[in-house]
């Protein structure tokens, strides 16, 4: 009589172990919020946004030829029209045409552990070191052979120091003079930093680093790997490799749209791997790149 009594505690205590399991499973990968967030869109679609949802890739999984360290990073030059991108073992940056191809490489000294990189004006980039959290304000130039953080402005915020879970992706507001810059996990933050580059001299020096934790709780991704600002919205993308997934946020910091970077989504053949880097272009255009050193083109299909 006491077996078969055990036999639907056994089962119970399996059951709610079960749900327990797949309860977390939910909290940690933002099922829920994101399951919710679908079924928002779908029932009324976002009017004012930039509609990433209809974006197609139209260059799948094309390796970048050349590199034997792994990329990481992406950032658009529109002067120069072309994209650029660091490595960090063998710390370059290097630029790239917006077909993937190598066009510059410009080594590194000082850099830590570069991560991301962001264009903030002409012939000017911010380099993070993701380890000591620098932000590192550097002139390139077209006859540079090498770039040295000695001599470039540097800030470091040192906050919440996580060891390489710090600043993996940078995105820059011209019109606004922000700084976005992405901490990827543990906690996941986008810090909003304010006088750094420093653009007048005449000026005293003086950084406001602003966080906006309505915004950040409403992404529903598990990781930041890299950002981008809209100047023409004004809205900002958020890449997350761990989630496969780039979500538009509004002025706001609203969710509006997403870009799915699973097999079967946005007419991917396959998974993007290891999504690293986010860049778009003045005409929309969205460049990816991907861990081990994959280039993707993103366009929305002519109307």
Partial sequence: MRRYFRLPLLLLFLGLSSLLVIGLAAH?????????????????????????????????????????????????????????????K????????????????????????PEAVEYVGSNSFVITDERQQRLIRVRLDDDMLFLDANDAEQLTLGIGLN????????????????????????????????????????????????QDRKRDSRLFVRDLSSLQFDERSGHLLALSDESRLVVELDVKGKPLSTLSLSKGYQGLKKTVPQAEGIAMDDAGTIYLVSEPNLFYVFKQPAE
């Fill in 28 to 88: 940690e990968f933002r099922l829920f919020e994101r399951g919710w967030f679908n079924l928002k869109t779908w029932w009324q679609p976002a009017e004012q946004g930039i509609g990433l949802g209809r974006y197609q890739v139209v260059l799948e999984a094309q390796p970048i030829e050349g590199l034997d360290d792994d990329i990481s990073a992406l950032t658009y030059d529109p002067e120069r029209k072309t994209l650029f991108s660091v490595t960090n």
């Fill in 163 to 210: 060891g390489n879970k710090g600043f993996e992706g940078l995105a820059y507001d011209s019109a606004g003079k922000r700084l976005f810059v992405a901490k990827e996990r543990d906690p996941m933050v986008i810090y909003e930093v304010h006088g750094f580059p420093h653009e007048n001299p005449e000026q005293p020096y003086a950084v406001h680093v602003v």
């Fill in 90 to 113: 063998r710390s370059e940056l290097i630029e790239l045409s917006l077909d993937g191809r190598i066009l510059r490489r410009v080594p590194l000294t000082g850099f830590g552990d």
